[in-house]
Antibody, heavy 113, light 107 residues
Framework: QVQLQESGPGLVKPSETLSLTCAVS?????????WGWIRQPPGKGLEWIGS???????YYNPSLKSRVTISVDTSKNQFSLKLSSVTAADTAVYYC??????WGQGTLVTVSS | EIVLTQSPGTLSLSPGERATLSCRAS???????LAWCQQKPGQAPRLLIY???TRATGIPDRFSGSGSGTDFTLTISRLEPEDFAVYYC????????FGQGTRLEIK
């Protein structure tokens, strides 16, 4: 059974970098699929942040591209998100997902001083 | 960039009724890459339909998806109490696009 689990700080200060990791179990990232990050601000809809292929090719939402880096570590079977220069508008539940079809449970990240 | 527009924004129905949710794309979407998911408060989205019409594992057969090109539909044949939630259509692949959601509420 494939499972995805997000981890990382729940509180980040404005102007700092948000860092999250998604650990994948039950499936090897090296075997394929796009692995991505999606976020959902409180009370709002879903926003795609970006995706990475097992080869390392990345695809980012144009509206966030200048601040986003997604990387993959196939040896640990995990992938990561870095979002720089955060503001309160980046407060959201962050989900990792396989191909946007299989989701982690999500983790709330609050941007506040 | 593909924009997905869902209608209606809110749908008020009673248990036992039939629900029809619409998703319209700004340009043609490959049916292979159109999905529907359900989200309940405090929970992650749950995949219902992928490839426009294929039910995900464990999804009851009262849920069905149809459509092609720019117009897609999610139908719930007979609403159960647990079906009242928010539904999103999404286009997936190397990038993802989500509709704004349809809230299905109890009338």
């Amino acid at each position: 059974q494939v499972q995805l689990q997000e981890s990382g700080p729940g509180l980040v200060k404005p102007s700092e970098t948000l860092s999250l990791t998604c650990a994948v179990s039950g499936y090897s990232i090296s075997n394929g699929y796009y692995w991505g990050w999606i976020r959902q601000p409180p009370g709002k809809g879903l926003e795609w942040i970006g995706s990475i292929y097992h080869s390392g090719s990345t695809y980012y939402n144009p509206s966030l591209k200048s601040r986003v880096t997604i990387s993959v570590d196939t040896s640990k079977n995990q992938f990561s998100l870095k979002l720089s220069s955060v503001t309160a508008a980046d407060t959201a539940v962050y989900y990792c997902a396989r191909q946007g079809l299989m989701w982690g449970q999500g983790t709330l990240v609050t941007v506040s001083s | 960039e593909i924009v997905l527009t869902q209608s209606p924004g809110t749908l008020s129905l009673s248990p036992g009724e039939r629900a029809t949710l619409s998703c319209r794309a700004s340009q043609s979407v490959s049916s292979s890459y159109l999905a529907w998911c359900q989200q309940k408060p405090g929970q992650a989205p749950r995949l219902l339909i992928y490839g426009a019409s294929t039910r995900a594992t464990g999804i009851p057969d009262r849920f069905s998806g149809s459509g092609s090109g720019t117009d897609f539909t999610l139908t719930i044949s007979r609403l159960e109490p647990e079906d009242f939630a928010v539904y999103y259509c999404q286009q997936y692949g190397s990038s993802l696009t989500f509709g704004q959601g349809t809230r299905l509420e109890i009338k």
